[in-house]
């Protein structure tokens, strides 16, 4: 049963990077230099890619706060209630450049598992589930969860033009890095295996077996990336 939670959880996943703006990426890049200018934002406005990148990536760091929140009342280990503030920090800076372009915010209710996306909600909740079975199964939740955010924002750099918005997205990765060693090294002391689905497993060894990275991009939007970690709480 638990088994197919997860399979749920993973068609989802594939649910939301076809609906998700870095979808199209590489049909742009595929396009002509003229239409690739056509696309780029002025100084006052974004490209619709860029709209719908900031919606999408506020949603999904709100998803991982909630899950990380719910996993935490489930098992009480430090690192879920931890990386969730971190968490919480990274939808609030895309939230601040939502307000600064003018554009709708997503998030119409701060509640843990409600979101506009009715794609989150789902995944919000296979997620909850599969993690909840065992300890195991909830790292596990953690260390897919910021590869596939570092997945997205790599895939959204490639693309995005707006300086704010690439300086943002650069430490929300880093923030990812850094959230996925921590929970990767749990994976490891607990004798369990990980293999990752998002990233290549030559990027994902590149991260996890690399040291903690710290510091900011000047950006008065930015938010702090530090490493968290966890605890052996109750299983």
């Known amino acids: 049963m638990k088994n197919s939670i997860f399979k749920t959880a993973l068609v989802t996943f594939a649910i939301l990077a076809v609906s998700s703006p ?23 406005s974004l490209t619709s890619f860029e709209s719908d990148s900031l919606k999408f990536m506020r949603e ?18 430090p690192i879920f209630q931890n990386i969730a503030d971190s968490e919480q920090k990274h939808t609030d800076s895309v939230a601040s450049l939502l307000t ?19 794609a989150f909600t789902e995944l919000y909740h296979a997620l909850v589930d599969y993690g909840s079975y065992s ?25 995005v033009k707006k300086s704010d918005i690439q300086n943002v997205y650069s430490n929300l990765l880093k923030g990812s890095r850094n959230h996925l060693r921590s929970f990767y090294s749990l994976v490891v002391d607990g ?11 030559e990027e994902f060894d590149a991260i996890v077996y690399s040291e903690s990275e710290t510091g900011n991009i000047n950006d008065t939007t930015s938010t702090s990336t530090s490493t968290t970690s966890g605890g052996k709480g109750r299983r």
């Open 22 to 44: 870095y979808a199209v990426a590489g049909k742009w890049n595929q396009q002509s230099s003229t239409s690739t200018d056509t696309q780029t934002a002025t100084t006052s």
């Open 60 to 77: 999904e760091e709100k998803l991982a706060r909630d899950v990380y929140l719910s996993l935490y009342d489930v098992w009480g280990m």
């Open 100 to 118: 600064k372009y003018g554009i709708e915010d997503p998030v119409k209710s701060d509640a843990i598992g409600e979101y506009t996306d009715p």
């Open 135 to 159: 300890y195991e199964q909830a790292l596990k939740v953690g260390t897919e969860i910021e590869e596939l955010d570092i997945a997205d924002l790599n895939n959204q750099l490639n693309i």
């Open 191 to 201: 004798g369990f295996e990980y293999t990752p689905t998002h990233i290549s497993q």
